[in-house]
């Protein structure tokens, strides 16, 4: 892996240039062993934060970094490849119950199943009585726009569906927030005091450091002053059951919070071929934009890169009934068992690339094709899913264009 010195420079020199399609840059600048998306437009000072955190992002734990006594993964570029999807080898099991007034399960080791153990420790299992859903990580890239979305904006959009004719819902999934976690400035708490969250397959988390600090103490069994306790396994109580000296400091967490927060987005491919616009025409006729919007802005941040950016995510970050099919029997917040968070679309045309040659879609990575995927599709988009299936060939294949291009 490249010194930390030489990554520093290489990301100052990518900051100058601001990329405007990451998925062309691993040749020239970005180490293989690295991402391939490289940051927004960033000061000099922001550059080196953000190479430390890109160190800290791929960095392989072990036990006298932190790792364990509980775990899945030894580091978050393990399941985030390129800052892409994650694969089923790294797949995580959620489980819990199949209503919403919270998991039951927290002292038994939910709401993650840790299914790897140090030495004289032993993996965990999933309790008696715990529904459960597996989860394949999620696009990385470009989640810190998301996070900027404002509250009114995700309200307005679940507003909008209340009388479409083809069934479209969908609705913000409100949760409680960790003490340490800021409210945004423009959010808009419900009357129970709970907040709109954007993160998770059942966009159950709050913001970037929620997730992040979630991750190393979830994924990898490492403390912070924001989580301080392990995960605990019921089966073996041997595990460290009180706070100590945190594993990870808060400036080395932080730089991945500011890493992850800064990523720039996946950039569409050959928007201009005449094919892939027709493709988008059709994706407008057949109703997945209503689901996936193409076009949203962020508000205001501190850094400029992020601050008031038009992008084009194809999600509305609300949650959505997917009909039986896709109803894993496990809810998190106020999310339903069907309910799923609207996947951002932005890099799927890349995820094979990262996947081992192979499409591993949805939230579990059922579907092995973008097609599949279309067709699984139930509950309120069902109507969009027939219309698809009465497509033309040449519609098809320009849909299916179109999807790959993003």
Known sequence: MRKKSAFVTAAIVIAVATLTNCSKMLPKMIDPNYGVCGPV?????????FAQGN??????????????????STGCGECHSSDNRGHPFTMLTRFG??????????????????????PGFTSQQIPDGASSSKFIAPIT????????????????????NVNNPDGVRGHPNYSSIPPYVTPFANAIPRADGKYICRFGRKAATYDLLQQVATAYNHDMGITSTFMPFNPYNYLDQTAPSSPSIPDVDNTTLNSVVFYVRCLQTPNQRNANDPTV?????????????????????????PIDGLSYQTISPFTDL???DMGQGLDDGYTEGNAKTSEWRTAPL???????????????????????SIEQAIQMHGGEAAESVTRFNSLSPGDRNALLTFLKSL
């Open 55 to 72: 160190d800290q992002f791929f960095a392989i734990r072990t036990a006298s970094t932190g790792l364990g006594p509980y775990f899945v």
């Open 141 to 160: 890239a470009g989640v810190g726009f998301l996070e900027l979305i404002p509250d009114s904006a995700i309200l307005a959009m679940a507003a909008a």
């Open 346 to 368: 932005w890099g799927l045309g890349l995820a094979a690339g990262v996947q081992g040659g192979s499409y591993y879609l949805l939230h579990d990575g059922r579907a092995h």
């Open 318 to 320: 609300l949650v959505h």
């Open 41 to 49: 437009s960033l000061s000099s000072a922001q550059s080196v934060l």
């Open 277 to 301: 616009m027709n493709g988008n025409q059709v994706f407008v006729n057949l109703g997945c934009e209503t689901c996936h919007k193409q076009t949203l802005t962020t508000g205001y941040s």
């Open 97 to 118: 119950q199949t209503d919403s007034t919270g998991n039951t399960f927290l002292a038994k080791g939910g709401p993650q199943l840790q299914n790897a153990c140090l």
